[in-house]
């Protein structure tokens, strides 16, 4: 049933688009297919490990394929078609609960036992958790309930940050491949708001987070495929256009830019153009 499900939405979209792409003349036209990324996540493993619905799996991206060229098709030749996804794939062997294993380690604690957001930490708690793999001092001046002064703010984060590292999972292996401090991942106007730590996992660990709490910190969840850093799609049918080693989702936008003619200052972007 999921996978018919899957089936009859990406048909719909792809009527959609159809129909917005002959019905007008666009400078620049986003189709989003959603669907991917579902079947992704419920039958990724089953592709990649030859699992029971590996076929069905390349069933549907083969329709995926028929129908990004049946809308290549529809544009002029004068249009370059670009697909791209924003993240990559790999198989899920466990989720894990980031919160509860905060609590279980003594830097996460609730008012109460009957606890499911943000806003039931105690003052006790020094550290905390969103998705994915956000992790945000209980820092003082910050933080309604602060509990980490600006003077320990350093070592508390140096602190965390090795205890993440050595996070291991149920078979031993390591949970968290590498630890990004917030001044070597977000710079503008409002990265004050930015996390203090992010956590980037091993492929098999899928990083959550929530307040309600979790039997174990380490669960199998009903889904077997989860998103990647690496492997991400970009490709383009301009030939002016190349994807080199090291390409970033950054690029995208200046590209799109550049091949729409659109004058830009360069240093307004993170990424560069690829054209």
């Not at 992704?40 to 590996?54: T, V």
């Not at 630890?179 to 977000?186: I, N, Y």
């Amino acid at each position: 049933e999921f996978i018919e499900d899957a089936h009859e939405t990406i048909d719909a979209r792809q009527e959609a688009f159809l129909n917005y792409v002959r019905e007008d003349d666009w400078d620049l036209f986003f189709g989003v297919f959603m669907t991917t990324d579902r079947v992704n996540h419920f039958l990724f493993k089953d592709y990649e490990q030859d699992g029971e619905y590996k076929e069905e799996f390349l069933e549907f991206y083969q329709k995926v394929d028929e129908y990004i060229g049946e809308l290549r098709d529809e544009l002029p030749e004068d249009v370059s078609l670009v697909v791209a996804s924003d993240h990559g794939f790999t198989s899920e062997d466990y989720e894990v609960h980031l919160n509860q294993w905060l609590e279980d380690e003594g830097w996460l604690d609730y008012d109460d036992e009957d606890h499911d957001s943000l806003d039931d930490v105690s003052d006790d708690t020094k550290a905390y958790s969103f998705i994915p793999g956000r992790f945000y001092l209980n820092l003082e001046n910050r933080e309604p309930r602060g509990s980490v002064s600006e003077d320990e703010y350093d070592e508390v984060r140096a602190e965390l940050k090795e205890k993440l590292l050595a996070l291991e999972g149920p078979d031993g292996e390591p949970v968290v491949d590498r630890v990004v401090p917030k001044e070597d991942a977000f710079e503008g106007a409002h990265d004050e708001i930015a996390p203090d730590l992010v956590a980037i996992p091993n492929h098999g660990f899928d990083l959550k987070a929530g307040f309600s709490g979790a039997d174990d910190v380490f669960s199998v969840g009903p889904r077997n495929g989860m998103h990647s850093f690496e492997n991400a799609t970009l490709l383009s049918d301009d030939p002016d256009v190349s994807v080199p080693e090291g390409t970033d989702l950054f690029d995208i936008t200046p590209t799109l830019l550049d091949l729409l003619d659109v004058e830009f200052d360069a240093r307004e972007f993170d990424g560069e153009t690829l054209v």
